[in-house]
C-alpha cells in the first residue's frame, strides 16, 4: 500500500524567514510520481510540482524549491523569503500508475501561516 | 479558459438522503477524478472516470456512485447520508488517463449532513 506522511500539521513563521516542509511517502513500487499541492481557503488545491521517481534531480522556481530523495523516500519543500500569500494548506501526494488510472494518495496536509 | 467547476458550492442534507454533485473538466480534459476531504484531512481518493467508465475505485462504499456523461462532464451520488459523509468533495480533471500529468481541482462542495 502506499501511504503519505507530512508530520507537520502546523507551522508558523514570521514573514521573510525560510520554511521547509517535509513529505515522507511509502511504496514499494518503482515507479511513482510526487506532487505537492497548495489548498488555500478557496478550497481548489492549486498544483505546484511533479517529479517522477526516475528524476532525482532538485528543482528551484522562484522562492519555492524541492528536495527530492529517494534513500530517505522523502520530497520536502522549502520557501525562501516567504510571505503572507503563501499561507495555505500545503498537501505532498504519491501517485502510483495502477492500469492506466492516476490516483492520487495524500498526506494530512501542513497548515502554513506567514505572519506579517 | 474555464478550469474544473463544481456545483453546488454549498449543500445541506438530512441523514439518510440522497446528494448529487457535479463537476465540469476543464476544456481539453476527458477524465474526473473526486475526491472526499474530512475536516482537517488529506483528500481521499473515491473513483476516476474516462470514457464514461469507472476506471478505478478507492475504499468507499458503494452509497457512493458516479456517472460520466458524453460531454466528460460528471456526477457523484451518496445515498443514505450518514453524519460521516459531511466533507469537501473536490472533482479533479486530467488529460488523456495520463498517469504523470497534473490534476487540476475545482473548489469543491461543501456537504454538511445534519
Known amino acids: 500500500a502506499q501511504k503519505v506522511t507530512q508530520a507537520q500539521t502546523e507551522i508558523s513563521v514570521v514573514e521573510k524567514e525560510d520554511v521547509t516542509l517535509d513529505c515522507v511517502y511509502e511504496t514499494r513500487d518503482t515507479t511513482y510520481y510526487l506532487f505537492w499541492y497548495k489548498q488555500p481557503p478557496s478550497g481548489e488545491l492549486v498544483f505546484l510540482i511533479r517529479r517522477n521517481s526516475f528524476d532525482e534531480q532538485n528543482e528551484i522556481s522562484g522562492r519555492y524549491s524541492w528536495n527530492f530523495q529517494k534513500s530517505t523516500s522523502s520530497f520536502n519543500f522549502t520557501i525562501t523569503a516567504s510571505q503572507v500569500v503563501d499561507s495555505a494548506v500545503y498537501f505532498c501526494?504519491?501517485?502510483?500508475?495502477?492500469?492506466?488510472?492516476?490516483?492520487?494518495?495524500f498526506g494530512q496536509g501542513t497548515r502554513l501561516t506567514i505572519n506579517p | 479558459d474555464a478550469g474544473v467547476t463544481q456545483s453546488p458550492t454549498h449543500l445541506i442534507k438530512t441523514r439518510g438522503q440522497q446528494v448529487t454533485l457535479r463537476c465540469s473538466p476543464k476544456s481539453g480534459h476527458d477524465t474526473v477524478s473526486w475526491y472526499q476531504q474530512a475536516l482537517g484531512q488529506g483528500p481521499q481518493f473515491i473513483f476516476q472516470y474516462y470514457e464514461e467508465e469507472e476506471r478505478q475505485r478507492g475504499n468507499f462504499p458503494d452509497r457512493f456512485s458516479g456517472h460520466q456523461f458524453p460531454n466528460y462532464s460528471s456526477e457523484l451520488n451518496v445515498n443514505a447520508l450518514l453524519l460521516g459523509d459531511s466533507a469537501l468533495y473536490l472533482c479533479?480533471?486530467?488529460?488523456?488517463?495520463?498517469?504523470?500529468?497534473?490534476?487540476?481541482f475545482g473548489q469543491g462542495t461543501r456537504l454538511t449532513v445534519v
Open positions: 501526494a504519491l501517485s502510483i500508475p495502477l492500469q492506466g488510472a492516476q490516483k492520487l494518495v
Open positions: 479533479a480533471s486530467s488529460e488523456k488517463l495520463i498517469v504523470n500529468t497534473e490534476a487540476f
